[in-house]
């Protein structure tokens, strides 16, 4: 399994004011690999600083691309996409709208066939195509954000708390969709998520944040079984 994203030493500042103290990590080609912590943690400006959109530091390499200092909008053209938390869709668009400007950098004449895809993968936002994203329901909007950000053909999907205030059977259902795509379609993904048991159920991997560093790392099944983990995340 070949690495496709690989960080390490990694900082992050909003202004004067330190966020991530040098964090290392790696997503592989065809992973699920999960960021678990508190809020507060660093976990949203992780993503936020793999994405280019805060100061950073360190060494981020990216399927042969060295990307620290670059722009959100070059980050995103080789392969990055990035589903922010608060869903992100463009409210006064439809929904058809919304998932062809997700492809608006491509010239390739199979994004109608892609749309079709997506539509299959998420039947609600076929019906609902052609009304305002606004009108949506929170995880009917979710599932759009998260198929216009595919419509650019990533190569790795950045998932800021996807479950965020979402009820819990459309979680269920959400993240039953996720884990299908990482499993048989080989979709890489790095996900931020508070809901510990849903997200470690369909990651490989995973990583807990403390106060802007790096705690505890290992397989899904090593986080779940480890007490510290068990009794901060998961309830138990």
Not at 27 to 42: D, F, K, P, Y
Not at 203 to 223: M, N, Q
């Amino acid at each position: 399994m070949s690495v496709l994203l690989e960080v390490s030493e990694l900082r992050a500042s909003y202004g004067a004011v330190r966020v991530l103290h040098g964090l290392d990590f790696v997503v592989n080609e065809g992973e699920a690999v999960v960021i678990l912590g508190a809020n507060g943690a660093g976990k949203t400006t992780t993503l936020r600083a793999l994405s280019g959109m805060v100061e950073t530091s360190g060494h981020v390499h990216f399927d042969g691309h060295s990307i620290v200092g670059s722009r959100s909008e070059q980050i995103s053209r080789i392969g990055i996409a990035h589903v922010p938390q608060g869903r992100g869709t463009i409210v006064d668009l439809t929904v058809a709208e919304n998932l062809r400007i997700g492809a608006y950098r491509r010239r390739d004449r199979e994004v109608a066939a892609d749309i079709e895809r997506w539509y299959d993968v998420f039947p609600k936002l076929e019906a609902r195509a052609d009304q305002q994203a606004g009108n949506l329901s929170g995880g009917e909007q979710q599932m759009l954000a998260i198929a216009r950000a595919l419509m650019s053909r990533p190569k790795l999907v950045l998932l800021d708390e996807p479950s965020l205030g979402l009820a819990p059977i459309v979680t269920q259902e959400l993240f039953r969709t996720l884990g299908e795509l990482n499993h048989t379609e080989g979709l890489s993904m790095l996900i931020v998520e508070q809901n510990a048991n849903l997200a470690l159920g369909i990651g490989s991997r995973g990583y807990v944040l403390e106060t802007g560093s790096i705690v505890v790392s290992g397989t899904t099944d090593e986080l779940a079984g480890d007490d510290g983990v068990r009794r901060a995340y998961l309830g138990v």
